[in-house]
């Protein structure tokens, strides 16, 4: 089950989801993030949070995922187990390396009800927020 899943999820990702976001997510999703304090609860923040970081990787509008082959995240590495993954990114903006984990959590309908996100270095931690608020700021306007 996990590895459709996760199938799914980098289907997503190239734009080849029909649904996207609104396919994978569960309603109840809860979605932590590595710069917000609270978790985030609920299908639609976590759509928010996701597309914010997508087109703040791609340097795209945040209307779709990031496109792995046109930007330069890239997944480096998967552990698969049960029904969770953990997903190793790297990546790099304006001249700066970014590191970081996706620890996805589906339930048994296939459906994300867990997304944490975890980054490093520091530096990376730091530009990636003032990044995603200003992601955020224009996608909600």
């Not at 698969?80 to 048994?108: M, P, Q, R």
Request: hydrophobic share 40%; glycine share 8%; with cysteine.
């Amino acid at each position: 089950m996990i590895e459709r899943n996760i199938e799914k999820w980098h289907a997503h990702l190239k734009g080849e989801l029909a649904g996207g976001l609104d396919e994978l997510l569960a309603d109840d999703c809860v979605f932590y993030s590595p710069v917000v304090y609270t978790p985030q609860q609920g299908k639609e923040i976590t759509k928010l949070y996701l597309n914010a970081a997508g087109a703040t990787f791609s340097g795209g509008s945040g209307e779709k995922a990031p496109d792995q082959a046109t930007s330069n995240f890239k997944y480096t590495k998967e552990v698969l187990c049960g029904d969770h993954a953990v997903l190793e990114f790297e990546s790099e903006i304006e001249g700066k390396y970014i590191n970081g984990v996706d620890i996805i959590t589906w339930n048994d309908q296939g459906k994300i009800i867990e997304f944490r996100v975890m980054i490093r270095p520091l530096q990376a931690v730091n530009m990636l927020h003032a990044q995603m608020k200003a992601m955020l700021e224009k996608m909600q306007a």
